[in-house]
Structures are given as C-alpha cells and as structure tokens.
C-alpha cells in the first residue's frame, strides 16, 4: 500500500483524454454483416478489438451509440470482423463514413455463415453476439467466436495518436 489515497479525478476534459489514449496503437477492424431487411452487405470500422476468453472464445469490440450501422448490423444472427491491412486504409475509411454504402468498390466473399469477408483483411473471425454492455458513450459487445481463419499476409492498419499508419519494424 501507498501512503496516501488521492482523491478521483473528475475534471479530465475529452481532448485531453483523447489524446492519452492515442498514445496505445491498435489495429482497425471493420465489422460486418448483411442486412436480414435488406439483403444487402453493410458494416462500420473500429479500433477498440480484442480478444477476451479462450475458454469459451470470445471477443468484444466497442460501439458509439451514434453508430447508425450498428443497429443494422446487431439484427444479423452473425457478424464477420475483418482485420484491416495496412493498404485497406480507403477501405477503413469508407466503412467509417456514416449512411455511405459501405461495400461500393469493395470486395469480399462469404464467411460459412455468409458474413461479408473482406478481400485484402489479414483474417476474418466470424461471430454471435452474447452480451452488450452499456459503457458512457458506447457499447461494449462481447460476441463468440464461430468460425476464423487467416486471409491474407501482410502488415496490420494500425491506428496511433489520432491517424492511421503502419507497423515499421
């Protein structure tokens, strides 16, 4: 134990907190589904992924609740993550982008359960949503894995203080 126990901080504005948290890289994946109304592909991008259990397998990912896809996607019985490469950054972008449609100019095949794969992503896990968690301005939804498999080789699209970029190492 350390003498003394401060007191919470309560006064961190978002711009400052923002940009502590810039300072831990993640990779970007893209979230995707097809529409059980419409049939068609959607999805949106995210940096806040990661794995949770093997034993069960599970990961979660987060969502803003100003997110107009997620209600779209959250209707499909699975979702398919795609892990971004490093040269699908037009791509990120594109799926980051609200009311656009997500899939114009980009490729994908279907996962096992026929969840959009995106061609070009370094692997693909397919997934069933378990729980969802509300956390401040998001969702935090841990989801089962199904099915995964790697897709292509090459480098992760990272994400670090604010803008996209590459691992060089």
């Not at 126990?5 to 006064?11: G, H, I, L």
């Not at 093997?54 to 987060?62: D, K, R």
């Not at 795609?82 to 994908?108: H, R």
């Amino acid at each position: 134990m350390h003498g003394s126990v401060e007191a919470p901080v309560t006064d961190i504005d978002s711009a400052t907190f923002r940009s502590v948290m810039g300072r831990f890289a993640t990779g970007v994946v893209a979230i995707t589904a097809v529409e059980p109304d419409s049939g068609l592909p959607t999805g949106l991008a995210a940096n806040s992924f990661t794995s949770v259990s093997l034993e069960p397998p599970l990961v979660a990912f987060c969502v803003a609740h100003t997110s107009t896809t997620w209600p779209r996607l959250r209707g499909a019985r699975r979702l398919c993550i795609n892990i971004l490469s490093e040269p699908q950054l037009e791509v990120c972008k594109q799926f980051a982008l609200k009311g656009a449609d997500k899939f114009q100019g980009v490729g994908w095949t279907e996962s096992p359960s026929g969840g959009p794969v995106i061609e070009g992503a370094l692997a693909w896990i397919e997934v069933e949503i378990e729980n969802e968690h509300v956390a401040g301005d998001h969702v935090i939804v841990v989801a089962r894995v199904h099915h995964l498999d790697k897709h292509h080789d090459g480098d992760p699209l990272l994400f670090y203080r604010g803008e996209y970029g590459r691992f060089d190492g």
